[in-house]
Each structure stands twice: as structure tokens, then as C-alpha cells.
């Protein structure tokens, strides 16, 4: 649907892609563009300090700079399309940004910045209409790699090269003895950590694999292959760096690829894959567009006859792009100073203990979660007053007033601090994480009221194991999700209700298997969850 034109204004400025045509409309847009950017000032500094002080995603300062200079050496074709502003790209604007704001009230960062990057498309399709943006479709979507995404795919990643490796290692005869991202082979213990994950491998070869196949290639199939291509390859080079280093610190007895040194193998061993990787794909390069239609790739045809759009109804366009965009960080600061409560801290009592858990004056376990950003926090130990050895820990973490960095569901919220040294070989025991997280999945469970799914996992230390529980408590909601609960605390806000949220976590001992521990904490659910459920109310409610 183009926005139309009253015919009163047929004797306006009118705007046709000749070169002075061509950089007014440039020049509105990119003033629209910088106006949501500046709009969305926090999310865009978001995004800023991440490259700043993150090596993973440095690339992001390049990637608007390579889009720009994409959409420049296309400027003499661009001029001979015609230009139209487009209700659609308004509609597509006002959707993005409600989705901002979702993201924004969960607090999912990496969708706020998802979200507000996609504005930038919508605005060009609004402002210049169909032709403009499709011709512009990959230097548009490419702007999509600024985003600092990939963190998720960490502990997927770990676990990828934990496999390929230690596979590697038995089919090459020799023995290995694994927990999670851990394993030891005759010659010395090692881990898989965040760094040896391979993440940067993968978003640095996706990020040129992606250029690369737009700027060598001209069919839609060729393209995709190479950019498929630009995901496995860095996968399975990932899985064979860890496995030669493992065999390079194996065969010299721990005197090589166990400290820095492994990090510059990788990335020496990275490069010449990539290279490889590009010296291939030039023999089936095409220098000359083929006469396929626009469908087959982003290279839509030259309008024979290219209309002009009054200067009134560009200046409209991109006006109506700006009011739509401020809609919602507007709404969010007015929910946010809404559902803003007092400073006073919660306070979390356990009252009515029942007759068979009692507090115990004694520690219990050595181990702690690590949250961040906690309105409050309880931490109590429990032992059966008829079987002290029966003995379970209790942990609440409290949040409200969420926001980032100080919110319930955030990826720095850990059972275990891991180690986090750029170093895959752990030679001596003695420095890994002195706990560790071994295995999780999910359980379901009775919680009075009803059944529910919780999270369990197994961590260890070097001399004791424990089986915790955990779930999410947000007002009369409970869930194990992470995603879910993110979606409870985003309609909450937007329905005008109170953020406060918690999570409550169990653990018990064990000697040899988790199941020695089950029954403890179930017995501790039947006894101690209406206590802890009125406690999290109270909180609530003060």
C-alpha cells in the first residue's frame, strides 16, 4: 500500500533519483535513522559498550560502516528506481517497536537491540517504498550482525567440542574419563571453557562468510550454500583445534598448547581454514548478474521509468517514521516510573516451621550460587529433627524494580563460577572451579497445590556432591522456564502489576548416586513450600 499523493500537491518540489534527488532522499533518511537511534539511546549505547570491551563482538563498530559502503557502490543503479513511501513499512515500524517493548519490559537485551536495528529496514521501507528497500535488502539485513547475539550458544558450543573432542581422542585409542566439559586422559585433565567454545570462530566466519557470498556470488543458491558453509566449516575446524591441541599437550607431556601458546595455534589454524574456506568458493565465484528475475537475488531490475514523490510527502514520511518510533520508549519510561515501587527492602521470614525441619546453627554446604543485582537474599539450613543427617540448604534471591543487570533470568546468574581462563588445559586438579556443574535437566514434582516442572543439577566439588532444585516464583506463577518466565515478568508490566520475582533453590548431599537425595528434598517440598510460598506473598505485598 504506497501512500498516495493528493492531486493539490502535484505542483510541489517534486522528488525524482537523479543525483540531487538521490542525496535528499539519503539525506532525510539518514536523519530519520540517526532521530530512532537517538531515541533509543540506551539500547543503542547498549549495543556500543558491548563492542567497546567485548573482542567477540568488536566487529560490530565495521558492520555499519561495510553496509553504508555497500549501499553507496550502488548509488547509480538506486537512482534509476522509483520511490514511493509505504504505509507497510509504517505498520512493520509500529510492530517492531511493540516488540521492543516487550523486550524491554522483559528485559532481554539482546531483543531490544535485535529489535531496534530491524527499525532501520522498516524506516527505508516506509520512507522510500518497495523498489528502495528490496534493492537495499542484503546491506539492511546485514546491519543485523551488529548485534552482540551468540552468547546462548555458548554452553551448546562447549558441549559440541567436548564431544567431537573426546570422541577424536577414543577413536585414536586413547582413554578418556569425562563429566560435563571436564575430561582426563592419561597424560592430564583438561575442560572445554566460554573461550575454547569456538563462538568467536563461528561469528567471525558467519560475518565475512556472509559478505563474501553476497559480493562473489550473484544466484540466491550459491549464496546460501556459502553461507551454510560459513557456519559448519568453523564447527568441525573448532572440534579438530581442541582435539590437536589435546594431542599436542598429550605426546609432549603437558609442556606444549597448555597455556596461551593454544589460543595462538587456534586462531593460526583459523585463519588458514578461512582461507581455504575463501579459496575455494572463488572457482564457482560470478562476475556477471544473470538473467534470472529479482527472486533469485537481491538485485531487483532497474525501473524503466522512475517516478518522482512531491518533497511533502517524503518530509511526511519520515516525520510519521519518528512519531511511531517515540511511541514506545515514551510508554516504557511512563510504565517503568508507574510500576516503580519503593526502595524499602523485602523482607523474607520463613514462619511456621513445621515440627520436622528445624534451622540448623550449622553451615551446612561450602557452595553458593552467584546471583547479581538482588533486592535480598535468604540463605538458611534445615536439618530433620528425628534424622539430622538428613540435611537440606535453602536459597531465596529476591529481585524488584527488575532491570538490566539487576533482574531475576540473567545469563550471569550461576549455580557455579566456572573457570573462565582462556586456557583448555587444566593440568593440575587443583585449579579448576572448586565446584562444578556436571549435569542438567528438568523434574517433575509435587508442590501441594499441584504438580510443576523444576530444574535439577548435579554439582560437585572434590569432596562433596550435591542434587539441587530450582525453579522461578513470580507472584502466583511458578515456572523452570527461563523463556517463559521472561514472558510472565514482560505481561505483568505491561498489565500495570508489580515485578517482583524469585528463585527458590534446594539442595541436599549425596554419596554415590542423586537419587540418596531425592527423597529428602521431596519431604522438604510436602513439609516446607506453604511457608515459603507466604513468606514470597508477604515480601510481596510490603
Known amino acids: 500500500m504506497d501512500i498516495q499523493t493528493p492531486q493539490k500537491l502535484t505542483h510541489d518540489p517534486v522528488i525524482t533519483l537523479d543525483q540531487h534527488g538521490f542525496k535528499i532522499a539519503v539525506a532525510v533518511t539518514l536523519v530519520t535513522i540517526v532521530a530512532i537511534l537517538a531515541s533509543y539511546h540506551k539500547t543503542t549505547w547498549s549495543m556500543v559498550s558491548i563492542w567497546a570491551r567485548s573482542d567477540t563482538f568488536a566487529h560490530g563498530f565495521l558492520i555499519f560502516p561495510f553496509s553504508a559502503y555497500l549501499i553507496w557502490t550502488q548509488r547509480k543503479r538506486l537512482s534509476a528506481l522509483s520511490l514511493q513511501p509505504n504505509l507497510f513499512g509504517l505498520a512493520a515500524l509500529a510492530t517492531i517497536g511493540f516488540s521492543w517493548l516487550l523486550a524491554i519490559l522483559a528485559s532481554v537485551q539482546v531483543f531490544e537491540q535485535i529489535f531496534l536495528v530491524a527499525m532501520i529496514p522498516a524506516a527505508v521501507w516506509a520512507i522510500l517504498g518497495n523498489r528502495m528497500v528490496w534493492a537495499l535488502a542484503f546491506p539492511l539485513a546485514y546491519l543485523l550482525l551488529a548485534v552482540p547475539f551468540g552468547e546462548a550458544l555458548i554452553s551448546p558450543l562447549i558441549d559440541f567440542t567436548a564431544d567431537f573432542t573426546v570422541a577424536a581422542l577414543q577413536l585414536t585409542g586413547i582413554p578418556v574419563y569425562r563429566e560435563g566439559s571436564f575430561f582426563t586422559i592419561p597424560s592430564g585433565n583438561w575442560s572445554v571453557v566460554e573461550a575454547c567454545s569456538g563462538l568467536r570462530y563461528l561469528i567471525a566466519s558467519f560475518t ?165 543485582g538482588a533486592t535480598t537474599q535468604l540463605l538458611q539450613h534445615y536439618n530433620d529433627s528425628k534424622r539430622p543427617e538428613r540435611a537440606v540448604d535453602l536459597y531465596i534471591t529476591y529481585y524488584r524494580n527488575q532491570q538490566q543487570g539487576k533482574e531475576l533470568v540473567n545469563s550471569e546468574n550461576v549455580l557455579t563460577l566456572e573457570n573462565e581462563s582462556e586456557n583448555e588445559s587444566q593440568s593440575n586438579p587443583e585449579t579448576r572451579s572448586h565446584w562444578r556443574n556436571v549435569k542438567h535437566d528438568t523434574r517433575t514434582v509435587s508442590f501441594g497445590s499441584g504438580e510443576g516442572v523444576i530444574n535439577q543439577n548435579l554439582i560437585q566439588s572434590s569432596s562433596s556432591k550435591l542434587l539441587v532444585w530450582r525453579w522461578y516464583w513470580l507472584g502466583e506463577e511458578k515456572t523452570a522456564n527461563p523463556y517463559l518466565a521472561k514472558l510472565i515478568l514482560a505481561r505483568n508490566k505491561l498489565m500495570g502489576r508489580a515485578d517482583d520475582g524469585a528463585e527458590i533453590i534446594v539442595a541436599a548431599s549425596y554419596d554415590d548416586v542423586s537419587d540418596e537425595a531425592a527423597p529428602i528434598l521431596e519431604s522438604f517440598f510436602a513439609d516446607m513450600m506453604p511457608s515459603i510460598e507466604t513468606s514470597l506473598r508477604n515480601a510481596g505485598n510490603r
Open 208 to 372: 565475512l562468510g556472509t559478505l563474501y557470498a553476497y559480493l562473489t556470488y550473484q544466484s540466491l543458491k550459491r549464496r546460501l550454500i556459502f553461507i551454510a558453509l560459513s557456519v559448519i566449516v568453523p564447527l568441525v575446524a573448532n572440534g579438530i583445534r581442541a582435539y590437536m591441541i589435546v594431542m599436542t599437550g598429550h605426546l609432549s607431556d603437558m609442556r606444549l598448547a597448555v597455556g596461551i601458546d593454544h589460543l595462538i595455534y587456534g586462531w593460526v589454524f583459523f585463519g588458514f581454514v578461512m582461507l581455504l574456506l575463501f579459496w575455494i568458493g572463488s572457482f564457482w565465484r560470478e562476475d556477471e548478474p544473470k538473467s534470472a528475475g529479482p527472486m533469485t537475488h537481491f538485485e531487483p531490475e532497474s525501473d524503466p521509468t522512475p517516478g518522482g514523490v512531491p518533497l511533502k510527502s517524503l518530509i511526511y514520511a519520515a516525520t510519521a517514521v519518528v512519531a511511531v518510533a517515540l511511541i514506545w520508549p515514551a510508554y516504557a519510561a511512563y510504565l517503568e516510573n508507574m510500576l516503580s515501587r519503593s526502595d524499602t527492602m523485602p523482607k523474607l521470614e520463613i514462619a511456621g516451621l513445621s515440627q520436622k525441619w528445624e534451622i540448623s546453627p550449622r553451615g551446612g554446604s561450602e557452595w553458593r550460587p552467584q546471583y547479581i
